[in-house]
């Protein structure tokens, strides 16, 4: 998006992983962020490493308070005077066979991966709409678009995503609001070490996947490709994609794929 380096941009889940590499590739192309998390220290540092400081306002957001969504809309619109794009990233895995889990833990999943997304969405689209158009970004998951074991409650509220912004793309493309769901595979972050276990408390180690998985940097340049191309959906990271276009031609064969790679 370098060439339209105007852009007022609002991206949560800013403190590590992908949101951080996401702030640190947008903000050296010159647009205006605001940077949101749980985390308000880890913004703030996050903010320090960013090629134009000036130019990145930190605005805190916890996605399991939906009663506080119009309220930090507000707080956001005001701060630039408007959005252009809002970059929904924030959001929490799980590493649990299904009969291990809690049904608080699948809640919890819904409610921050889904629901607070949502939430926060449906609050800003009047905004979208009042300037004459908008781009909300979703950051979903390999898991949105097919499943694999110890992950049922991420791939519910992943696939709940697609079924949601798919359905505001069409009632909401006559008022110029866009629609980009990102799709990543395998990245270099925290998301397996923060990952809710059966019982809800986090699974704080890596697996090998993850590991070797691609680099967040490389990751955000190509996902920022995605969003200046306003494509619908973009499949991003390694062999894994390929994942998608199996299961359209020969479902019982990805099922038999996933099920022999024994990923954790």
């Known amino acids: 998006m ?3 380096a105007n852009k007022i941009i609002w991206l ?7 949101g951080e590499s996401l ?6 192309q010159g647009h205006k962020l605001i940077i949101s998390a749980r985390n308000k220290e880890q913004l703030k540092k ?8 000036q130019k990145v306002a930190i605005l805190p957001l916890d996605l399991e308070d939906l009663t506080s969504m ?13 959005l252009d794009i809002l970059i929904n990233n ?4 799980q590493r649990s066979l299904i009969i291990e889990t809690n049904l608080e833990v699948f809640k919890k999943l819904m409610l921050v991966n889904y629901l607070g997304t949502v939430a926060l969405s449906k609050e800003v689209l009047p905004h979208f709409i009042t300037n004459g158009g908008g781009h909300f970004v979703v950051v979903s998951s390999l898991m949105g678009k097919f499943g694999s074991p110890y992950r049922s409650g991420y791939c ?11 359905v505001l793309r069409m009632e909401h493309e006559k008022d110029g609001v866009d629609v980009t ?24 180690r890596n697996d090998s996947a993850t590991e070797n998985g691609m680099s967040p940097d490389k990751f955000a340049r190509k996902m920022i490709r995605a969003i200046h191309r306003k494509k619908f959906e973009a499949y991003i990271g390694g062999k894994e994609i390929s994942g998608i276009y199996v299961k359209r031609i020969f479902p019982k064969l990805l099922h038999k794929i996933v099920l022999r790679s024994k990923v954790r």
Request: aromatic share 10%; hydrophobic share 35%; proline share 3%.
């Open 2 to 4: 370098r060439a339209n």
């Open 12 to 18: 949560t889940g800013a403190s590590s992983g992908i």
């Open 23 to 28: 702030a640190y590739e947008l903000n050296y």
């Open 46 to 53: 996050v903010k320090e490493k960013c090629k134009y400081p």
């Open 70 to 82: 119009r309220n930090i809309v507000k707080t956001a619109i005001s701060i630039y005077g408007r």
């Open 90 to 93: 924030a959001g929490l895995s």
């Open 156 to 166: 519910g509220a992943k696939h709940a995503l697609h079924g949601f912004f798919d």
């Open 181 to 204: 769901i990102i799709c990543p595979g395998f990245i270099q972050t925290n998301v397996a070490i923060n990952a809710l276990t059966g019982d809800g408390s986090s699974q704080k």
